[in-house]
């Protein structure tokens, strides 16, 4: 038999509502002097461990507050509560993506001002959240060494619409026999020009200058 392959073009105007929000938050967010980070990627990639992380490291000097983004619990925003620092949680249901609205509409009652750096966890997803601007200062792709070596191939969209790619685990790069550099590779193919950061959330690696290149 023949091979065939569809390609599915979804429309532009079907985002276009969500953008214009986006922009409002992100116009908001800039009013109140807060950083945002819209942190996305597969389920269990590690998000939620990124955040705890870097809120340990900059928690001293800097006012956190994390907004996560969950079908049904509150299990992330209670560990990065844990190390003391403000969480609001959206439970999206059947939804498995973010979307603007829903985050104005979270942070509805929420001082923003009091706050220097916003961390929002995105819905465990690699393909839906990248369409779907929040307003965030820098959208940040977390990969890792766990879901085998074909995720950024297989997921050109969300990595063009980053702003930086975070390939986390590298402790258990070795272990996996996992070519970390194929998959930087991998993402120079679809963005020559793209930071992309090899850390473990876990043992701190890389962290700090995840920090440093996020600017907090
Ligand atoms: N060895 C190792 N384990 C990690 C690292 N980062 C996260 N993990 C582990 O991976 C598992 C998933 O991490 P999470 O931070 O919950 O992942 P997540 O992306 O937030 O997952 P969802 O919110 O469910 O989409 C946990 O058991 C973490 O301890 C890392 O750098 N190295
Ligand atoms: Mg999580």
Redesign the pocket.
């Given at each position: 038999m023949e091979e065939k392959t569809v390609n599915i073009d979804i429309r532009k105007d079907l985002f276009g509502a969500n953008e214009d929000a986006a922009a409002l938050n992100a116009a908001k967010f800039k009013e109140h002097g807060i950083k945002v980070f819209d942190i996305m990627?597969?389920?269990?990639?590690?998000?939620?461990?990124?955040i705890e992380a870097l809120c340990d490291l900059i928690a001293d000097d800097h006012k956190i507050l994390m907004l996560a983004g969950?079908l049904a619990t509150r299990i992330?925003a209670d560990r990065v509560s844990s190390h003391g620092v403000d969480t609001v949680q959206i439970n999206t249901g059947t939804a498995c993506h973010l979307d603007a609205r829903m985050v104005k509409v979270a942070l509805n009652e929420i001082p923003l001002s009091d706050y220097d750096v916003m961390f929002i966890?995105n819905v465990?997803n690699l393909i839906c959240p990248a369409g779907y601007s929040l307003g965030a200062m820098k959208k940040v792709v977390?990969v890792?060494v766990t879901e085998g070596p074909y995720m950024v191939r297989k997921h050109p969209l969300t990595i063009k619409r980053a702003d930086m790619i975070v390939i986390?685990?590298i402790?258990?790069a070795q272990a996996l026999e996992f070519d970390v550099d194929a998959l930087v590779r991998d993402v120079r193919e679809v963005d020559a020009d793209i930071p992309v950061l090899k850390?473990?959330?876990?043992?701190g690696e890389g962290v700090r200058e995840l920090a440093k290149q996020l600017g907090i």
């Amino acid at each position: 038999m023949e091979e065939k392959t569809v390609n599915i073009d979804i429309r532009k105007d079907l985002f276009g509502a969500n953008e214009d929000a986006a922009a409002l938050n992100a116009a908001k967010f800039k009013e109140h002097g807060i950083k945002v980070f819209d942190i996305m990627g597969s389920v269990g990639t590690g998000k939620t461990q990124l955040i705890e992380a870097l809120c340990d490291l900059i928690a001293d000097d800097h006012k956190i507050l994390m907004l996560a983004g969950d079908l049904a619990t509150r299990i992330d925003a209670d560990r990065v509560s844990s190390h003391g620092v403000d969480t609001v949680q959206i439970n999206t249901g059947t939804a498995c993506h973010l979307d603007a609205r829903m985050v104005k509409v979270a942070l509805n009652e929420i001082p923003l001002s009091d706050y220097d750096v916003m961390f929002i966890e995105n819905v465990g997803n690699l393909i839906c959240p990248a369409g779907y601007s929040l307003g965030a200062m820098k959208k940040v792709v977390v990969v890792s060494v766990t879901e085998g070596p074909y995720m950024v191939r297989k997921h050109p969209l969300t990595i063009k619409r980053a702003d930086m790619i975070v390939i986390n685990k590298i402790d258990l790069a070795q272990a996996l026999e996992f070519d970390v550099d194929a998959l930087v590779r991998d993402v120079r193919e679809v963005d020559a020009d793209i930071p992309v950061l090899k850390i473990s959330a876990k043992t701190g690696e890389g962290v700090r200058e995840l920090a440093k290149q996020l600017g907090i």
